[in-house]
């Protein structure tokens, strides 16, 4: 019986690789035909002149790089792509911070308070985005109706949110923010478990205040959870189109677009996949990044 | 003493003020959802009435609109029918793939590990453009095919990297013991294992249908026809008739369409970002 059970331990899963095998090959191959074979699709596409309804391909060179590196409607994209990402970053950083530290101790009615603060973000976005695009109607809106009401503007006189390119602007960033402060405050919470009760109560001892204990250890301690938070939050906006295109569609005269709205404005709707491809391009060295950064702090929470 | 009584009030008075405004805040657009939905034409669009209050008797208009005059029912079936068969291509092609690599141990396993979950990175508004061409060449464009095919990329690199660190979690020597009971490698996987992570698969069934629920970019390129349409698009997009938002209608099915989703993602939410924080919670 010994020696049967030594046998099966020694041919173990992991010394089973034709199983092992087996099992992992399906998964693999349908990711990679799903995945790998559309993103060299992409590369391939974007040094030809692919268009939708037309099957014959023909290589162009870098001829769509450069056509759409002239174009003011791409420039605009790219810089619209990092503020709106730096700008809600910074904002769901600075207040899911917060958040996550009221909400760190158990109170009455927390589940319930959990349950309206993750709203955002479990719903479905472009039904919460649609939902905006009532509250900044530009006719009917509630902020409007508010600051009437206080006298900031005269009826009919405050502007159209949507309509003008720094408030459109401001829009899509508020909505950002607003989807993505309830997901990093759960992993701030999270991460907040994780730091041993001691620590903060042995310097709250040592006499160290509510401020002190905050940003001298308790922010210390979080800086690679904050940084998972940062790192998924910057892809989630960055490679975002919903809310752009339900919001505003990249208007007013291009205002509020970013490179996936581009690329679907370009690549679907304008029937040239080649410059759509090409744009969409332009979302890879950062993803490489982030990933980069993602791996060297998960590397990082394994060692210590 | 009453100093620090009076510092201890002040603070819970500021913890409460923070919390408060960051829940109405947050919350604010669904109770918008909510009044919109049933109040009368003429009160919503009278830009003098207070639109915080019901100026006018409430009405059950829009949603009949929504249930009988429109596509929506339609719209959730379709969403139902993808997300049934998303899940179980999900589960038949995860389940076994995070085994075996939960129990892959060595270089090989944390690579192939970490390239999956690379994959997860990888979005749809870079894959569209290329797919929308492979779609309409295997013939599916306009099809809800073309979904339950294209949606397992995204759910199943998540979902094998969920179930890895659930499977790494069981013991070892519970399939040992069910090997010398005379079950085979496959067999002790099948009658052990799956047995007892029901939990997760559950997590995975849960999170692949609010991700099929919650997608936009793909159902918006590759389905043109209002009656196949998802309610992720189908609501934002065909529910505005030329330049005319039907906002009490709008707004009823992104409320009715939105809570049930949220409340099941919250349930499970503890699991999903769980698996988000990588190495990086211990």
């Known amino acids: 019986m ?19 095998t087996a099992m992992f090959a399906p998964a693999a191959l349908y990711i990679m035909l799903l995945i790998g074979v559309p993103f060299f699709l992409a590369m391939y596409y974007a040094f030809s002149d692919a268009r939708i309804g037309n099957t014959d391909l023909h290589f162009v060179g870098l001829e ?45 009615g927390r589940g319930v308070i959990r349950y309206l603060i993750l709203l955002p973000w479990v719903a479905p976005i472009a039904l919460g985005a649609i939902g905006w695009k009532w509250i900044l109607d530009s006719i009917y809106s509630v902020i409007t109706w508010v600051l009437v009401w206080l006298h900031v503007f005269k009826p009919y006189g405050a502007p159209m949110w949507l309509g003008e390119p720094h408030l459109a602007m401001a829009s899509v960033i508020l909505v950002h923010c607003w989807r993505l402060i309830p997901f990093s405050t759960v992993i701030m919470l999270a991460g907040q478990t994780a730091i041993p009760k001691e620590i903060p109560e042995a310097a709250a001892i040592d006499g160290a205040g509510f401020w002190r204990t905050l940003f001298q250890i308790k922010i210390p301690m979080m800086t690679s959870i904050i ?7 910057t892809i989630f906006t960055f490679t975002d ?53 993602m791996l060297r702090v998960a590397h990082r929470a394994e060692a210590t | 003493m009453a100093k620090k009584r009076l510092r201890k009030f002040s603070a819970s008075m500021l913890h409460w003020f923070v919390l408060v405004v960051f829940t109405v805040l947050l919350a604010f657009p669904f109770y ?6 049933f109040k009368q034409n003429l009160d919503l669009y009278t830009v003098e009435n207070n639109p915080f209050i019901f100026n006018a008797k409430p009405t059950l208009e829009h949603l009949r609109l929504l249930l009988y005059e429109t596509r929506y029912v339609r719209w959730l079936g379709n969403t139902v029918f993808v997300g049934a068969l998303v899940v179980l291509i999900t589960l038949v092609l995860a389940v076994p793939a995070a085994y075996a690599l939960a ?71 519970l399939e040992d013991a069910a090997m010398v009971d005379g079950l085979t490698r496959f067999g002790a996987f099948v009658k052990m294992v799956i047995p007892i992570s029901v939990s997760g698969i559950l997590t995975v069934v849960i999170f692949t249908f ?72 211990k």
């Open chain 1, 227 to 233: 940084s998972v938070a940062v790192l998924f939050g």
């Open chain 2, 32 to 37: 918008w959802m909510v009044i919109t939905a």
């Open chain 2, 103 to 173: 129990r892959l141990t060595g270089r090989w396993g944390q690579r192939l590990g970490i390239g999956i979950f690379l994959t997860y990175l990888v979005p749809p508004t870079l894959l569209f453009i290329p797919l929308s061409r492979v779609v309409s060449a295997l013939g599916l464009q306009d099809t809800l095919w073309s979904l339950v095919l294209v949606y397992p990329s995204f759910t199943v690199p998540f979902s094998i990297w969920l179930l890895m660190g659930f499977f790494k979690a069981i013991p070892k020597e």
């Open chain 1, 64 to 108: 769509n790089f450069r056509s759409i590196l002239q174009s003011p409607s791409f420039r605009s994209a790219v810089k619209n792509s990092i503020v709106f990402t730096l700008a809600s970053q910074i904002i769901v950083i600075i207040c899911s911070t917060i958040l996550s530290i009221v909400l760190e101790n158990k109170f009455r």
């Open chain 1, 241 to 293: 189109m919903t809310v752009v295109y339900i919001l505003t569609a990249g208007g007013p005269y291009d205002s509020t677009q970013t490179l996936p709205s581009l690329a679907f404005a370009t690549g679907i709707q304008g029937s040239d996949l080649a410059a759509g491809a090409a744009i969409s391009l332009f979302l890879v060295p950062v993803l490489v990044v982030i990933a980069y950064l």
């Open chain 1, 2 to 20: 010994a020696v049967r059970r030594a046998k099966v331990k020694s041919t173990g899963a992991a010394q089973d690789p034709a199983l092992g």
């Open chain 2, 210 to 281: 609010t991700l099929v629920t919650q997608e936009f970019v793909y159902a918006l390129t590759f389905i043109s026809s209002e009656s196949n349409q998802m309610v992720g698009v189908g609501i934002p997009i065909f529910l505005v008739r030329g330049d005319v938002y039907f906002w009490g209608s709008l707004m009823a099915a992104c409320l009715i369409t939105s809570l049930p989703i949220a409340l099941l993602y919250n349930i499970f939410l503890d699991r999903f970002i769980a698996g988000f924080t990588v190495g990086a919670v």
